[in-house]
């Protein structure tokens, strides 16, 4: 059995006063924000035309697994770790952790389906697609 594979992207993201709540960090809902930017910019750098092309168009989170380890705070210049997984079995994985200062301040995991956005079904990931996603 082969084991899973794994692509790992990394985002920057730097925190404005509008991350901001009244106890001066970020605010939980917010981390979900970046989370999401960090996913997209993976899709992004895959070419979401040729996606889009293919009427494959979006994922849906279909379980995600939070952890809140230290708080973020105004100016911070954060680094989004993805590590995605399995993408051969039409879901993936993604490993996500957002990092303050080099240390772990969020963890997440994550497991999204993509969808064809045509019949609204789960879109196989094999063939040309799979590859495309492996980059």
Not at 44 to 60: N, P, T
């Amino acid at each position: 059995m082969r084991p899973p594979v794994m692509i790992t992207t990394t985002t920057k993201i730097r925190v404005f006063d509008c991350h901001i709540d009244g106890n001066q960090h970020v605010n939980q809902a917010r981390y979900f924000e970046f989370l999401q930017s960090a996913r997209l910019d993976f899709w992004l750098a895959h070419g979401k035309e040729w996606f889009d092309e293919r009427k494959i168009g979006c994922w849906v989170a279909e379980y995600a697994e939070v952890k809140f380890k230290r708080q973020c705070v105004l100016g911070d210049e954060l680094d989004i770790e993805c590590s995605w997984h399995n993408l051969d079995n039409g879901e993936a994985w993604v490993a996500q952790t957002i990092k303050r200062a080099g240390k772990p301040a969020v963890t997440a995991l994550c497991k999204l389906v993509f969808v064809n956005t045509e019949t609204g079904r789960p879109a196989k990931l094999e063939g040309e697609l799979l590859e495309k996603l492996r980059g």
